[in-house]
């Protein structure tokens, strides 16, 4: 089964096995457009809640908390990073 002029499918098995969603997206670059993009939903989502919701009922700390662990998780400096093992095989 052939794909394309440089080789097969054959060739990319088990490429991307190892990693995330995030880290296959424009072949491991950072900086892209795709990858501004989906760093900037989880703060768009953020403030949407906040705006739209009673501040006094809203647990905008436990948001917060979820926004910054999100953007964290979306540095290059934890590429490949696995904690507790979630994500390992």
């Known amino acids: 089964m ?3 002029p440089q080789g097969g499918v054959e060739e990319d098995q088990g490429k991307y096995d190892l990693l995330t969603f995030w880290e296959q997206v424009d072949s491991q670059v ?7 993009l989906f760093t900037l939903m989880p703060v768009a989502l953020f403030v949407l809640a906040t705006h739209g919701t009673d501040f ?7 948001n917060l908390v979820v926004v910054l662990v999100l953007l964290i ?6 590429h490949k ?3 507790f093992g979630i994500n390992k095989y």
Do not use: E, M
Not at 73 to 78: C, I, N, T
């Open 2 to 4: 052939q794909c394309g």
């Open 30 to 36: 950072y900086g892209t457009r795709n990858r501004k």
């Open 56 to 62: 006094r009922k809203q647990p905008l700390g436990l």
């Open 73 to 78: 998780a979306k540095l290059p400096a934890l």
């Open 81 to 83: 990073v696995r904690f």
